[in-house]
């Protein structure tokens, strides 16, 4: 899989939009990028995923660079209850193997401030 | 509400006792898997079932065991309990293994190993 890189943490109003960044330089042409978020003492959570395109849902959007190289979930206004840590995933999508599994790192911790 | 239900959400154990955790779902989902997650690492999948009757190895497998008689609950037995094994356990459902976005986590149970 390739490998993502996240800071390690960013906060924002509340109000406002929230930008978080993932940079997967090493991926490959059939891999997707996924976020996940987890809400303190939760289990992870969808948000998003796309491949080549902009996507956009009722929770967020997904930026991602022509070069594919990195991507941007943006929460487009934040509240506290969007407090989580993020995880940025690059996985193939129809993957050999039922072995295949969401690999979390240590994401992002996004903290939205009142 | 439909979704996964982990029991118990805390348990201490002695070490060298065995427990099962128990992990049930709603939507007739036919894969279901165990994580563990530990301070600062990421989710590490322990076992996996592709359906009824079928289980399977992930990264972490030993000192656990699973087994899956219906499609609703997989649930995760620890044989002889070890500190090492005191974590964070998460259930996930999907209607596929391929389906990452599909991926419906529990709660966690909050295992202690004394």
Not at chain 2, 18 to 23: D, F, G, I, N, V
């Amino acid at each position: 899989d390739a490998k993502t890189t996240q800071p390690t943490s960013m906060d924002c109003a509340e109000g406002r939009a929230a930008n978080l960044p993932c940079n997967h330089s090493t991926i490959s042409g059939n891999e997707y990028v996924y976020w996940y978020r987890q809400i303190h003492s939760q289990g992870p959570q969808y948000i998003i995923h796309g491949l080549k395109n902009n996507e956009t849902n009722e929770m967020a959007s997904l930026i991602i660079t022509e070069d594919r190289k990195s991507s941007t979930l943006i929460l487009p206004h934040a509240t506290l209850r969007d407090t989580a840590v993020y995880y940025c995933i690059v996985r193939v999508e129809m993957e050999a193997g039922a072995n295949s599994k969401l690999t979390f790192g240590k994401g992002i911790t996004l903290s939205v401030r009142p | 509400n439909a979704g996964v239900t982990q029991t118990p959400k805390f348990q201490v154990l002695k070490t060298g006792q065995s427990m099962t955790l128990q992990c049930a779902q709603d939507m007739n989902h036919e894969y279901m898997s165990w994580y563990r997650q530990d301070p600062g690492m990421g989710l590490r999948l322990i076992h996996y079932s592709v359906g009824a009757g079928i289980t399977d190895q992930g990264e972490v497998p030993n000192g656990y065991n699973v087994s899956r008689s219906t499609t609703e609950d997989f649930p995760l037995r620890l044989l002889s309990a070890a500190p090492s094994q005191t974590s964070v356990y998460f259930c996930a459902s999907s209607y596929s293994w391929q389906a990452f976005e599909g991926y419906t986590f529990g709660s966690g149970t909050r295992l202690t190993v004394v």
